[in-house]
């Protein structure tokens, strides 16, 4: 995808989509039958397809010499409710996409629809959203890994991770009350400001996590048995990373040098520091580098925001966004015909198009809205990293065993909430 | 007197039997607070003080779970395979002495169930039929991640027994014997007894002849390669392989449920306890403790009490070095990752196998000059 496109949405040519991507699935390839080779069906019920994902392999003794993936197991029309919910409703089916960082799915989708109305949040609203997606990152990263070392037999390092995963959630719960399906975003603003001195235990969070991150990386990255498993396991290298529109963490494995949050910037990430940590191999153990590292400067770019984070409204003050606080919705008469409109039949859009795209918890996420006014999306696209990523599966697992395939799922983080939609 | 041996077998056996028995419960809770002492977390701690009787109620909730059998498995084999996984994890230990002897009314009393002249080929022999419960479980179930299970158990226990056969030859060697008991009795000497005869200047020394001479210190690499096969023959990570439970689902006892999935796991568990017994009673001297006789004579026993308090003691040892091996198990397990299958093949025989042929090599030199 061309730059031009992501800064400027209006110059979107939807005519280039399809030739820009090239869509790599295959459909039951007929020479995957063969008498004399045992074909397996791997999913989609099997403890290493997380989610509900297919893979039909003919296998060579523990090799696999062919296979085709499958995917949709969990479909459920997101992009179709979009079309059938105010813009106000559709937040919570942001949520339930890329479920290990919802956070991060909220902000794309409150993104894009400010970005379509001309709507800014004030400062406290963006850092928190800031805050609220590198706390998402780390708790997806978190989750890849932890989940691609229990696939190779490592269950301690992933209780290790998930720990302070839930101590996250925790932290999230504070925010909004839920842990995994937060809907926290507002298209304008935010479900609730932050509670007093959460930004605070963000930070020693963040610092207890760095320690914890560093125990982690002891115990399992010399690991010889680490290594001998995951070093030049399931290679995807650049090239071909950039004709399956990889992006994320597993592009940058292979050397694809670009983040959005530094390429891009959106929200404040301008103003804090934070490297992009970049790999050559683009194995699997170059994929669990990178995100261990990049944990690592999420949680630097925690520590820079809940410094410079200070007090003030989260809410943007246009009133077509703007819902009235309860003081006002039970005391005064307009206040509860705002309030009643709001949530009745949602706020006006103005027609046009918008794609915001922000850095994902595994890759570019992207919300794609067309709107011919009105209080509910024309169209709603996403664009969920998982499903480019799913794709590089078949390749990635020509010819390696039946245990590398399974590590390859795990490293590139394939979410099939996101994948299916 | 012939009464008062048969009663003495009885007992033995039933003792043996009662304590491998218990000791399967008493593993999977050190397992589960183990792994979450490690971990972070607390484990079972509901039922009964510490969490202990969660393994009973584990058993109960086995009993009384239903028991199908699948439509597509081959009936037989796959009833039978439990049970053919099981004994023989119970049979092994027959010959492992726990004990030295007690002499009661002039009646000789060895604290090991089976005297055996060829004990070790009786062990490597009824280890290896354990993987017969697997193989059947595997073929009978009809499935392919379970027959992917038994196949990886195959070779992985042939190409492992090997290895494992071999390390045991040094020690064979070093004792001139087959006998377990006998194999204990020549670990309890001092380490440089014979090397002495050769280098005077060795007896000397003063701390080095007070180091015992178990089998750990005349056979290090052996140990290290034996260790290793036995890690591969429980099927514990890093050599799960067969189980695999993240790659092929659960291996071979993908289609077992209640009391017969329970089998397997029994069996697993005691060829655990087993494995740590043998670690124990060949290479690190068995029952023998050293300086256990100055400690007797330092709390002043005498006759029959002396021998009863040392016969407990030496018991006490024997458990304490097997519980050890036990947890060392364990904790290999929640620390390191699983290998692949092909890296397991090439550790096995490239690695291995070759080191320790260099083993009994080395030990034929040593035992040629004297040394040991």
């Not at chain 1, 790599?24 to 999913?43: A, Q, Y």
């Not at chain 1, 839930?166 to 009350?177: D, P, R, V």
């Not at chain 1, 003050?317 to 009745?344: A, C, Q, S, W």
């Not at chain 2, 230990?93 to 055996?116: D, H, K, M, R, Y």
Request: with cysteine; charged share 20%; proline share 4%.
């Amino acid at each position: 995808m061309s730059e031009i496109s992501r800064e400027n949405p209006s110059q979107l040519d939807r005519a280039s989509w399809p030739a820009q991507y090239n869509v790599h699935f295959e459909k039951d390839p007929d020479d995957l039958w063969d008498e004399s080779r045992m074909i397996v069906n791997i999913g989609p019920s099997h403890p290493a397809m997380h989610g509900a994902l297919r893979m039909v392999a003919r296998l060579n003794g523990e090799i696999i010499e062919k296979s085709y993936c499958q995917f949709g197991y969990t479909h459920r029309a997101k992009e179709k409710l979009g079309e059938n919910r105010t813009y106000h409703q559709w937040v919570v089916y942001s949520d339930r996409l890329n479920y290990c960082s919802a956070l991060i799915n909220n902000v794309a989708y409150a993104l894009s629809v400010e970005r379509l109305m001309g709507v800014e949040t004030p400062a406290r609203g963006t850092w928190i959203r800031m805050m609220c997606s590198e706390l998402a990152r780390i708790a997806d990263h978190l989750v890849c890994i932890g989940i691609n070392a229990v696939d190779l037999g490592a269950f301690s390092f992933f209780l290790y991770g998930f720990h302070q995963r839930e101590e996250a959630y925790t932290l999230i719960e504070k925010l909004c009350g839920a842990r995994l399906t937060t809907s926290y975003t507002r298209i304008g603003g935010l479900m609730h400001d932050a509670p007093d001195g959460w930004e605070k235990e963000v930070k020693a969070w963040a610092l207890r996590t760095r320690e914890v991150i560093d125990e982690m990386d002891r115990l399992l990255t010399g690991n010889q048995i680490w290594r001998k498993r995951t070093e030049g396991v399931a290679v995807f290298n650049k090239e071909q990373c950039m004709d399956y529109s990889y992006s994320g963490p597993n592009a940058r494995a292979a050397g694809v040098d670009s983040d959005l949050r530094r390429d891009q910037p959106y929200l404040f990430y301008r103003e804090v520091e934070f490297d992009v940590p970049v790999a050559k191999n683009g194995d699997v153990f170059d994929r669990y580098a990178i995100r261990l590292e990049e944990i690592r400067q999420s949680l630097n770019i925690l520590v820079q925001c809940a410094e410079k984070i200070r007090k003030g409204p989260v809410w943007s003050e246009d009133k077509r966004v703007r819902i009235p606080d309860k003081e006002v919705v039970f005391n005064t008469m307009e206040g509860l015909i705002h309030h009643f409109k709001y949530f009745m039949t949602g706020f006006q859009v103005p027609a046009g198009e918008a794609y915001t795209c922000v850095e994902g918890g595994n890759g570019e996420l992207g919300m794609y809205i067309v709107s011919k006014g009105g209080p509910m999306a024309h169209r709603l696209r996403i664009r969920g990293p998982s499903v480019w990523h799913f794709q590089g599966l078949t390749p990635m697992c020509e010819g390696v065993m039946v245990a590398d395939m399974v590590a390859a799922l795990g490293s590139i983080n394939i979410i099939a909430g996101e994948l299916d939609r | 007197m012939i009464e008062f041996s048969t009663a003495a077998m009885l007992l033995k056996v039933i003792g043996v039997l009662v304590v491998l028995l218990q000791v399967v419960p008493i593993m999977v809770w050190v397992e589960r607070r183990g792994s979450a002492l490690m971990q972070n977390r607390l484990g079972p701690n509901r039922v009964g003080p510490l969490g202990l009787i969660q393994s009973l109620a584990d058993a109960l909730k086995f009993i009384f779970k239903e028991d199908p059998i699948p439509g597509h498995v081959n009936k037989f084999y796959y009833v039978i395979a439990p049970l053919v996984a099981l004994v023989p994890a119970f049979m092994t230990f027959a010959v492992i002495p726990f004990a030295s002897s007690i002499e009661i009314n002039g009646t000789v009393v060895n604290f090991q169930l089976a005297e055996l002249n060829v004990g070790l080929l009786y062990i490597l022999s009824i280890g290896s039929l354990g993987v017969y419960g697997i193989i059947m479980a595997g073929w009978a179930s009809n499935s392919k991640y379970a027959l992917f299970g038994s196949l990886r158990s195959t070779s992985q226990m042939i190409s492992y027994e090997l290895s494992m056969g071999l390390s045991i030859i040094g020690i064979v060697m070093a004792f001139s014997t087959l006998e377990l008991g006998p194999i204990v009795v020549g670990q309890t000497g001092s380490l440089v007894e014979s090397a002495a005869r050769i280098w005077p200047g060795l007896a000397q020394v003063p701390f080095l002849e007070h180091i015992p001479r178990w089998g750990v210190f005349i056979q290090p690499l052996g140990f290290l390669i034996f260790l290793t096969a036995v890690f591969a023959e429980t099927n514990r990570l890093p050599f799960d392989l067969p189980e695999g439970e993240s790659e092929i689902v659960a291996g071979f006892h993908l289609e077992y449920g209640a009391m017969k999935f329970a089998l397997f796991f029994m069996a697993e568990y005691t060829n655990m306890f087993v494995a740590a017994a043998l670690v124990t009673t060949l290479f690190f001297g068995g029952w023998h403790a050293p300086g256990l006789p100055h400690l007797l004579d330092l709390a002043g026993l005498q006759g029959m009490a002396r021998e009863w308090v040392r016969i407990l003691l030496e018991i006490a040892t024997f458990m304490l070095k097997t519980g050890f091996f036990l947890w060392f198990f364990v904790w290999v397990r929640w620390t390191v990752p699983r290998f692949r299958y092909d890296q397991l093949m090439n550790f096995g025989w490239k690695v291995m196998l070759p080191l320790s042929l260099v083993n009994i090599f080395i030990t034929g030199v040593l035992i040629f000059y004297g040394v040991i």
